[in-house]
Every structure is written in structure tokens, then in C-alpha cells.
Nanobody
Framework: QVQLVESGGGLVQPGGSLRLSCAASGFTFSSYAMSWYRQAPGEERELVAHITSGGKTNYADSVKGRFTISRDNAKNTVYLQMNSLKPEDTAVYYC?????????WGQGTQVTVSS
């Protein structure tokens, strides 16, 4: 059974940093691409960052140069380092992977950027 557990969210001031983690289990983590999405109140869920099984990354234009996605296959964990945070980054952040043709989601972690 695929399980994804996000952590690391919280309240941070504009310009601050947070690192999100997503612990994965129930599948061969190293063989799968992983993604981070976010959903702000009243908005659709949007892709933030993606990393392939080989470590190739891509980002939404809104976070390029500020966010970094990485993975540690030994720990079955994917990370999202978020720097220079802005109020518009406030959202629930989810990690996900496509497993056997469907997306598996974690429960999400709240990130609030506010002074």
C-alpha cells in the first residue's frame, strides 16, 4: 500500500525558508518520479516541482530560483527546500507519485507565509 507522509510546514515570515519532507513507503521509491503540488484556498491544485527517478528536476515558473526539490533514495524521502518565501506561497503542500496509473497523495502540510 502506497503511503506518503508530508512534514515540515508551518508559519514563516516573508523572506524566510522552510524545508518540507515527504516520507514514502509501499513501493520501490527509487524507481518513481515524485512531485510536489500545492493548493491555496479557493484555488486549484498546482504543480510546484518534479523530480524524475534519475534526479532530473523541473519547476513552476513562480518558484524557479527559490525552491529546490531533491530526493534521498536511501531514506525513501523527497524534499522541497523553499527559500525567499512570499505570502502567495501560502498553501497546503502535497507530495505525489504516479503509481500503477493513478496518483497517490499524502495528507498535505500547511505552509503559511505571513508577517
Amino acid at each position: 500500500q502506497v503511503q506518503l507522509v508530508e512534514s515540515g510546514g508551518g508559519l514563516v515570515q516573508p523572506g524566510g525558508s522552510l524545508r518540507l519532507s515527504c516520507a514514502a513507503s509501499g513501493f520501490t521509491f527509487s524507481s518513481y518520479a515524485m512531485s510536489w503540488y500545492r493548493q491555496a484556498p479557493g484555488e486549484e491544485r498546482e504543480l510546484v516541482a518534479h523530480i524524475t527517478s534519475g534526479g532530473k528536476t523541473n519547476y513552476a515558473d513562480s518558484v524557479k530560483g527559490r525552491f529546490t526539490i531533491s530526493r534521498d533514495n536511501a531514506k525513501n524521502t523527497v524534499y522541497l527546500q523553499m527559500n525567499s518565501l512570499k505570502p502567495e506561497d501560502t498553501a497546503v503542500y502535497y507530495c505525489t507519485t504516479s503509481y500503477r496509473g493513478s496518483l497517490a497523495w499524502g495528507q498535505g502540510t500547511q505552509v503559511t507565509v505571513s508577517s
